[in-house]
């Protein structure tokens, strides 16, 4: 069966367009390497999340190779690769249907206007890759009001120095907050800051045949056994299987995208659940694997036309990868210091804090020593978090203040000193990651994965200038967890990627010299091909990825849409 089009992944990139085009007629195709499970199979199963990865593949049978630089006792830097089988540094976010927005957090920051034209309002970084977007704000901006209808996100507008221009409210309340909350909000007002509500892609109420959160306190990483949690699966897939025009082929790991003489997709060759090869024939093809999968993937589908793999002869597939920079933070309040009507309340277990910082998502200050000659500088978003669940909790129990593996006796004590006399607010730093040359994808020529495919390198290189906004932030976090009276308040920012946001590798832009993708999302050099995934990104904004992602998928399935029905016409 030829399909109207094929969609190769199924996550926040792959499912708006299957539920765009499903409804609108079209026969649909969603490759999925992962399985399909649904709220029955997603048990609050600490051991299963937080020690072996359940929802991520082996990585004896399917890995990365990542690249890090090193620098030798003369000074010299060199870089060097190692399997995460060796080092057991996973990449991956979660295959199954549905892909990582099955275990999302859900904060729902939309990107802002000065997102879009980073290099027209701060200049060129040396040693950065910054463009700006080939769309605008405003251009995105009714299809981030179609995820909050259609995946349904949770939340109130509070107007503040940096809200972006919004054409309607969240047509969801608030989910339930926790009295915590009340305390940043009080501490930020007591200091001039302007505590913000996080939006979340969490349902407060039941609707369109979804249940509503259930408060479990098991939330990031995990799957939502109510179907709260608008993932792809639960509010996109879902009803386009319902339609009867989308088909989900779960386990089908593809390996190769065919192409014709005229340099046009041909077929999708996969290996079915079975291990044998199968191929996938459609007019339109969408490639949504997310940024590290994309990329290898065309990068491996070489061809007449593409020696240097699929949409790549000009050299740009896999190229400025960008992450997330930032880092954590965090605050101890002790019990001891406490009145009994705050200890009850610190002891909350259930609702989110959902509360946030974006003061300084543009940076106004001449003493910053990232900024611009008049002060500027592009800033970012802080997030405030508990670690609810008793293992996360409990880690670092197990050594003593001398790094000494402890147990008996001793460790029953820290374990009762960590439950019993204190909670840790957290807070979470999300800035700019700037592309850069140091930061991409390629094949490794030695590993393979269980298929024989050579799996995808990851070069993390990241630019000094993320650090110093990341720093500058984490100052600003650790000021409020001080006027909270937090105590034993520390910061860390790192210049390692936080594996499970990560974006670019096949930007979008009108230069085909220097992008992969237009505008809508086509291959300048493919014409049945899109991407679809956050690998479009040129830039990466300063909050977490999948709302923007969910937004332009939408958008680029509009485009797709109307495609599609003028040649039915013809």
Known sequence: ??????????????????????????????????PWLTEKEFFKDELAISLRDAYNPKLSEQQHVIEELYETEDGENFWQGEPTSESGWSFWNG?????????????????????FRLKSEFGVIDGANIADWPISYDELEPYYAKVDIEVGVSGRVVEHPNQEPRSAGFPYPPIAEHAVSTWIDSAA????YHSVPVPRAILSQPAMGRKSCEYSGYC???????GAKGSGRAALLNPAVASGNCTI??????????????????????????????????????????AVETSRLLLSSMGKKFPNGLANNNGQVGKNLVFSGGGTGQGDFFYKDLTEIQQAQLKQVGPFINRALQDWYRIDDKKFNGANADG????????????????????GSQWDENEQLVWGEQLKQNLKQE?????????????????????????????????????????????DHDL?????????????????????????????????????????????????????????????????????????????????????????????????QLNRQS
């Open 419 to 463: 439950f019993t006399t204190y909670k840790t607010l957290r807070f979470e730093v999300f800035n700019d990651w700037l592309p850069n040359d140091d930061c991409f994808v390629t094949l490794d020529d030695e590993v393979k994965d269980k298929w024989g495919d050579p799996v995808a390198k990851i070069r993390i290189g990241n630019h």
């Open 189 to 192: 007002s007591n200091i001039g």
């Open 95 to 115: 295959n199954v249907v549905g892909g990582s927005s099955n275990f999302m957090s859900g904060y729902f920051h939309r990107l802002k206007p000065i997102d």
């Open 220 to 226: 990031s990483s995990y799957g939502c056994s109510s």
């Open 468 to 564: 110093k906004v990341g720093e500058y932030l984490a100052v600003k976090a650790e000021k409020l967890l001080s006027a909270m009276g937090a105590k034993n308040i520390s910061s860390a920012i790192s210049g390692y990627p936080a594996t499970n946001l990560m974006a670019g590798g096949c930007r979008f832009g009108n230069d085909p010299k220097t992008s992969v993708l237009d505008r809508n999302c086509q291959a300048h050099e493919v014409k049945n091909l899109y991407v679809t995934d956050g690998s479009f990104m040129p830039t990466g904004g300063s909050v977490p990825y999948t709302y923007t992602i969910y937004a332009n998928a939408f958008r680029v399935a509009e485009h797709i849409k109307s495609q599609w």
């Open 1 to 34: 069966m030829k399909f109207d089009i094929c969609i190769v992944g199924s996550g926040a990139g792959a499912s708006p367009v299957a539920y765009t085009m499903a409804k609108a007629g079209a026969k649909v195709l969603v490759l999925e390497k992962g």
């Open 249 to 290: 082929k779960p386990e089908s790991k593809v390996y190769k995208i065919e192409t014709n003489d005229d340099g046009e997709i041909s077929g999708i060759l996969y290996y079915d659940k079975h291990g044998r090869k199968q191929k996938a024939l459609a007019t339109t093809y969408v490639i949504a694997c997310q």
């Open 376 to 395: 500027s500088a592009k800033g970012g978003t802080i997030d405030f978090l508990f670690h609810q669940n008793p293992i996360a909790r409990a880690r």
